[in-house]
T-cell receptor, first 116, second 111 residues
Framework: GAVVSQHPSWVICKSGTSVKIECRSL??????MFWYRQFPKQSLMLMAT?????????EQGVEKDKFLINHASLTLSTLTVTSAHPEDSSFYIC????????????FGPGTRLTVL | GESVGLHLPTLSVQEGDNSIINCAYS??????FIWYKQESGKGPQFIID?????DKRQGQRVTVLLNKTVKHLSLQIAATQPGDSAVYFC??????????FGRGTSLIVHP
């Protein structure tokens, strides 16, 4: 089946630093990738949708200058949390869709970010 | 507003029993539904999906039922095993097929 990886699986950083999270589709080309955020015991919250080669579309309330998304190739999307603060600590999950809008999304294993 | 919700936040069952997890959706325009399983500290894992032109779909030990009349979706797990313990989310695709996730139900399987 389709596999999506994320790196790193966890990261601890100091307040004010920036952190980059990578999302890769390993065995398929992802025309669209999605970034979600999940707090403990809560559901997934969609942050943004990115299509290869174009700017990401952010959901309402998500700061695009805070959460930089780059989808430079059909197998890689990155999320950079800039000037991270403790309130940015969360579980970040990406997903990837191979082709058309009816294709299933496959999720990565998630990245646990802790900002001290 | 439009939403996807779950009736039971926690479901406890005995190993070997059948489990039923329910989900209500409110967007009548949704025509594609997915069930995901999320184990602690991991990303959601696709279980099964169903389109609105069907009312039942079966997989390995899992069955999804869709009742469009009352906008209700359920996931049935046969012969529940300890490895089935996880949070289960239903999702609907109301906007450009980007899933909107429900609150989630925690399934606890007792040996």
């Amino acid at each position: 089946g389709a596999v999506v990886s994320q790196h790193p699986s966890w990261v601890i950083c100091k307040s004010g630093t920036s952190v980059k999270i990578e999302c890769r589709s390993l065995d398929f080309q992802a025309t669209t990738m999605f970034w979600y955020r999940q707090f403990p015991k809560q559901s997934l919250m969609l942050m943004a949708t990115s299509n290869e080669g174009s700017k990401a579309t952010y959901e309402q309330g998500v700061e695009k200058d805070k959460f930089l998304i780059n989808h430079a190739s059909l197998t890689l999307s990155t999320l950079t949390v800039t000037s991270a603060h403790p309130e940015d600590s969360s579980f970040y999950i990406c997903s990837a869709r191979e082709g058309g809008v009816t294709d299933t999304q496959y999720f990565g294993p998630g990245t646990r970010l802790t900002v001290l | 507003g439009e939403s996807v919700g779950l009736h039971l936040p926690t479901l406890s069952v005995q190993e070997g029993d059948n489990s039923i997890i329910n989900c209500a959706y409110s967007n009548s325009a949704s025509d594609y539904f997915i069930w995901y399983k999320q184990e602690s500290g991991k990303g959601p894992q696709f279980i099964i999906d169903i389109r609105s032109n069907m009312d039942k779909r079966q997989g390995q030990r899992v069955t999804v039922l869709l009742n469009k009349t009352v906008k209700h979706l359920s996931l049935q797990i046969a012969a529940t095993q300890p490895g089935d313990s996880a949070v289960y989310f239903c999702a609907e695709n109301p906007r450009g097929y980007i899933p909107t996730f429900g609150r989630g139900t925690s399934l606890i399987v007792h040996p």
